[in-house]
């Protein structure tokens, strides 16, 4: 057995178990390398420290996450994640796309229930009724 195969071996093992990476944890390293970052741009030295500090409970506390055997608890946090935080803004991402791509319409977000809704460009000042909550929405399409 090669020398990389047995240190691959070694951390499979390692990490059996474990939590590993899941979105939260990765999203937390991504901020924290993000909050650096940020750090090395303000220059300020009151930002420096407390930035500095938030960057290192993140990443203190994604490695936890990571080596957790509480997988229950770990994978609970993570849906927790993925339902308030990463599911909105990836649909507000696609969102953006389609809409920035849809030159014949225009789209209003129902100010009671965020529901999304389209109505076709050029009709002069209007008002909406929101399909989902019967709110009305007025605007210029
Ligand atoms: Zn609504």
Known sequence: MGFFQRIGNALA????GRNGADQLGLTMIWTAILL?????IVRNQTVDAIIGA???I???????RMFSRNLYKRREENTRFLNKL??????SFANAKIR??????????CSNCHTMCRVPKGKGN?????????TEIHGKS
Request: charged letters at 25%; hydrophobic letters at 45%; proline letters at 5%.
């Open 126 to 134: 209007i008002v909406i009724t929101c399909p989902k909550c019967g």
């Open 36 to 40: 650096d970052i940020a750090n090395w």
């Open 58 to 64: 993140l990443t203190i506390w994604a490695i936890f």
């Open 54 to 56: 938030a960057a290192l």
């Open 86 to 91: 990463w599911y909105p803004v990836k649909r």
């Open 100 to 109: 920035s791509r849809d030159k014949e319409h225009k789209y209003f977000t």
């Open 13 to 16: 093992r390692f990490m059996y």
